[in-house]
């Protein structure tokens, strides 16, 4: 009898816990978001196709406008076009892509090939192949599934379990639904749903330091029975970015093909995760960072100059101290206004550095600092910091076909000079043909006639050096003139 009035009570405390659990937000969130995923799933071609969409290739257009990374620090922005080709298949794991185009003072055309262990990197331009060492198939094939509304589904579809319904809103006149879709790597998507078409319209997601970042897909069109979109708009902070025309599209197709690249390619190292690291290139001058962004770091007496604003630059400072203990950071040096090497300057207002940039950027780099009473000095074509015996010469060489300002730091007793996105050097292999921009960069240094011994950037660990430099404007004067 007891255990008949004990069993009794559990199930009446059970269906007390079901009944006000169905009341809660996160349930209502969860069950309204799955709703609008079938509705969603079936307006994109149905669940069954969605899911059978093993493999996809594509050819596109972009227009692409350089918001936050055109030669002046505010619109209209510059504009460039670029010819992309991308091909993905799911169940063996292949994602391959070649962009073709030029922007910013550079000419490129390479890709990726991600294939399991036959995976590599290809740079055209510069004749070579490097093997991939860790391949990430999600997320370099991050940046096809973020602008494909039927890849988006599809991932929809398998992480339906982690997404949310956020509320509803309007966009562009119309009642939409906000579902979030947590991705495999990367931060956050907000995807808006058409509340009658059930149409992916719109997604969202903040991408730091670059702000929040908006997809708009427009004009669908079916292909063996899925939706497609054929144009594509990123906006970065309310400002157009991108603007892509899909001009074919191949669903489940065969991709094998497209991982076989020319022989002609010179197979060079491997290309190996950018991890975190520190050069001492000269007694008391460093280079440090890692992931593509490093600065240098020069100790003076009594404190520290550091040159580079690129993201990170707190960690920087910190790995420095460990070498160079008790000096102060004075100075922090940006090289330039693009929106990859200003969110340094919070860092160093929060050093209590003073920054030092050019006065056509004060406006951006104070936003960038977050502190409108962040201390500020301008450079006027050239400045000099020294402590008696060590001396950081500050140039502007603009304006390159990359940024109208442009400065470059130079060590005249070590014979160093640190610069940013005028020299790229690979971390393995040859370099790079000249482009636009390393051409401009080699004749403001032939001018400034700088006696120079080694040559660092903001993007790499690579010491370079001014005979390599030489070497690459010949042979792209050379390859002009021999031109019909």
């Known amino acids: 009898m007891n255990r008949v009035i004990l069993l009794s009570a559990f199930a009446a405390i059970f269906a007390a816990v079901t009944l006000h659990a169905e009341d809660t937000l996160p349930l209502k969130s969860v069950n309204k978001a799955n709703e609008i995923i079938d509705a969603a799933l079936e307006a994109h071609g149905g669940a069954e196709k969605l899911t059978k969409l093993n493999s996809l290739v594509q050819e596109s257009h972009f227009i692409t406008y350089a918001t936050g990374q055109s030669r002046q620090p505010g619109p209209p922005w510059d504009k460039s076009e670029t010819e992309n080709f991308s091909a993905i298949d799911f169940e063996k794991g292949i994602y391959v892509n070649r962009n073709t185009g030029s922007g910013g003072g550079f000419d ?165 995760p950018d991890e975190f690291n520190l050069q001492e290139i000269d007694e008391g001058i460093f280079l440090v960072g890692g992931t593509g962004a490093y600065g240098l770091f020069v100790e003076m007496k009594d404190h520290i100059v550091a040159i580079g604003g690129t993201q990170g630059a707190a960690a920087r400072m910190e790995e420095v101290r460990k070498h160079i203990a008790d000096k102060p950071v004075r100075y922090g040096v940006l090289t330039h206004h693009h929106s990859d090497h200003v969110p340094g300057a919070a860092d160093y207002a929060a050093e209590g550095a003073t920054i030092i940039t050019f006065r056509e950027n004060e406006t951006l780099v104070r936003n960038a600092a977050g502190n409108d009473e962040a201390k500020l000095e301008f450079v006027e074509n050239r400045m000099s910091l020294s402590d008696g015996e060590r001396t950081v010469e500050l140039y502007d060489i603009g304006p390159t076909p990359h940024a109208e300002h442009l400065l470059v730091a130079y060590l005249p007793r070590e014979k160093i000079l640190f610069e940013a996105d005028h020299f790229p050097q690979p971390r393995t292999g040859p370099l790079p043909p000249a482009v636009p921009a390393t051409m401009a960069f080699a004749e403001a240094l032939a001018e400034l006639e700088l006696d120079l011994d080694k040559i660092v950037g903001a993007h790499g660990p690579r010491i370079g050096s001014p005979a390599e430099l030489k070497t690459l404007v010949e042979s792209a004067s050379a390859t002009t003139a021999g031109a019909p």
């Not at 509803?168 to 009658?196: A, C, I, K």
């Open 108 to 272: 490129f055309d390479g890709g990726n090939i991600i294939n399991g262990e036959d995976s590599w990197q290809l740079n055209y331009r510069a004749g070579t192949a490097a093997p991939i060492a860790e391949p990430d198939l999600n997320t370099t094939s991050g940046p096809l599934i973020r602008v494909t509304p039927a890849l988006l589904m599809k991932q929809l579809q398998a992480r339906r379990q982690v997404s949310h319904w956020l509320g509803e809103v309007e966009f562009q006149g119309r009642p939409h639904d906000v579902v979030t879709l947590v991705m495999e790597v990367g931060p956050g998507l907000s995807l808006y749903f058409d509340q009658e078409t059930h149409m992916l319209t719109r997604m969202e997601r903040v991408l730091p330091p670059f702000g929040q970042v908006e997809y708009r897909f427009e004009d669908y069109t079916e292909i063996d029975g899925i939706a497609f979109n054929k144009k594509f708009r990123l906006l970065l902070n309310g400002d157009d970015n991108l603007e892509v025309t899909n001009k074919t599209t191949r669903a489940n197709v065969p991709v094998a093909e497209y991982t076989q690249f020319s022989t002609d390619l010179d197979k060079i190292p491997a290309i190996v």
